[in-house]
């Protein structure tokens, strides 16, 4: 199924229904976002529902745990709750594991089959992001899957500078010729277009073949 689908189809999902009921929020796309007039924005509440196309990716198996790294409110575990396991990680109240992502890593290398990371882990300067994606790739078991997802709008903002994709791209040739036997990248999207949204603009997905040490 094409993302343009996924995404016409969705409003008729019993998650939709759910998201709907628990945020009394307009579900929109993330091109409706920025096309969307500045003053609606303000006076409406609206949830994008592009990251449940690439969460489709990963989410496959209700035995598993699924651990959202950096998850706020811990939205995906109440959305998901009647169907997947998943574990909010954070620093904060809502989480069920209060830690840094640092921390788990610490005590869970190689151990995780499934988890995400949505513009959670992507504080750190533009250098850093080879080695950012490489110590979340290195919690999973062989055959686990993830999900990270990067916002390059809101790193320039952070770092006080101003890169364009071409940064990641550059980032995702080097991996794939460093792990091109050990990791999988099914899937890539990296696009500068919406760098001030709420999307990640860099999306990956990828399947561990031989776990990283």
Do not use: W
């Amino acid at each position: 199924m094409t993302k343009k689908q996924y995404l016409n189809n969705f409003h008729s999902t019993e998650l939709a229904d759910k998201i709907k009921k628990l945020y009394s929020c307009e579900l929109i796309t993330h091109d409706q976002y920025m096309n969307m007039n500045p003053r609606k924005s303000l006076i409406y509440q609206y949830f994008t529902i592009d990251t449940f196309y690439y969460l489709d990716m990963i989410f496959d198996n209700e035995d598993y745990d699924y651990y959202d790294i950096g998850c706020g409110d811990n939205f995906f575990k109440k959305i998901y709750s009647d169907k997947f396991n998943v574990i909010g990680i954070d620093t904060n109240d809502d989480a069920d594991l209060h830690c840094t992502f640092e921390e788990f890593l610490s005590k869970n290398r190689n151990k995780v089959d499934r988890a995400f990371a949505i513009n959670s882990l992507h504080f750190v300067p533009f250098e850093r992001i080879k080695d950012r994606i490489i110590e979340y790739i290195s919690m999973f078991k062989k055959d686990g899957k993830g999900l990270i997802t990067f916002n390059i709008g809101m790193m320039n903002r952070l770092n006080k500078v101003h890169q364009t994709k071409y940064v990641f791209v550059e980032a995702m040739q080097s991996l794939k010729n460093d792990l091109k036997d050990k990791v999988d990248f099914f899937f890539v999207e990296i696009s500068d277009e919406g760098a001030n949204g709420i999307d990640g603009t860099t999306k990956i997905c990828f399947k561990v073949l031989e776990e990283i040490e």
